[in-house]
């Protein structure tokens, strides 16, 4: 069982930053992937960037050169660095965290979302 918490949204201006956070509480050793998603209204659901837990990365090509994700082993943390922020990047990002078990059973297990909203 993980429990996701997601910090960091907020307004920006066009071409801003903003720096998303993702706790997880559960045992790092058996998580395979974490990911961020984002949903506009009206919108489906997208991958916007994901990590294994060979520091493999993989981007949607929409925020690729803009964002950058990463982990923090030891605080069983995974970031979100969003950088050159446009209007098309508002959306509610939620994190994802894909784990495995010893009973071969594997989850996707999700966060509640953090509003980010690029506005002048």
């Known amino acids: 069982q993980e429990k996701l918490v997601e910090s960091g949204g907020g307004l920006v201006q066009p071409g801003g930053s903003l720096r998303l956070s993702c706790a997880a509480s559960?045992?790092?050793?058996?998580?395979?992937?974490m990911a961020w998603y984002r949903q506009a209204p009206g919108k489906e659901r997208e991958l916007v960037a994901a990590?294994?837990?060979?520091?493999?990365?993989n981007y949607a090509d929409s925020v690729k050169g803009r964002f950058t994700i990463s982990r923090d082993n030891a605080k069983n943390t995974m970031y979100l660095q969003m950088n050159s922020l446009k209007p098309e990047d508002t959306a509610v990002y939620s994190c994802n965290a894909y784990s495995c078990y010893s009973d071969n059973t594997c989850y996707h297990y999700w966060g509640q979302g953090t509003q980010v909203t690029v506005s002048s």
């Open positions: 559960g045992s790092p050793f058996s998580i395979r992937t």
């Open positions: 990590i294994n837990s060979f520091d493999n990365t």
